[in-house]
């Protein structure tokens, strides 16, 4: 991302929030997500993603950096499944901690994710 990217509402910029990069031979997409995943930001983060998400049939979504993650947040995680399957592609969380995990399990959406302990698995393909 350049540093002219906009910035969203209260002046949070999208590199606060998430930050992308290429694996394998192209074919996965890591967006690594980071601080607070709230009313805030997630609008940022969704755009982000439903802007990239076509351009692989691999998506991870590293929330080992998340330090919070309210209810946008898990809508935004549910949107990008949703995205994700109408393509035709596949998505995995990396949790990484216990705040996301919670977060997940509260509001029973744990298992809908296909979840992988770190992003080296998570790019592993599945049987």
Known sequence: MSSETPAGEGGVEVEDVVRFETAGDGTSLVAHVRGEIDTLTAPLLRTELDSRIPEAPLVVL???GVTFLGSAGLA????????VE???HTLRLVCGSRIVTRALEATGLLGLF????????ALRPTA
């Open 62 to 64: 590293d929330l080992s």
């Open 114 to 121: 296909d979840v992988a302990d770190g992003v080296t698995e």
């Open 76 to 83: 935004v995680l549910v949107a990008a499944k949703d995205q």
């Open 86 to 88: 109408r393509a035709g």
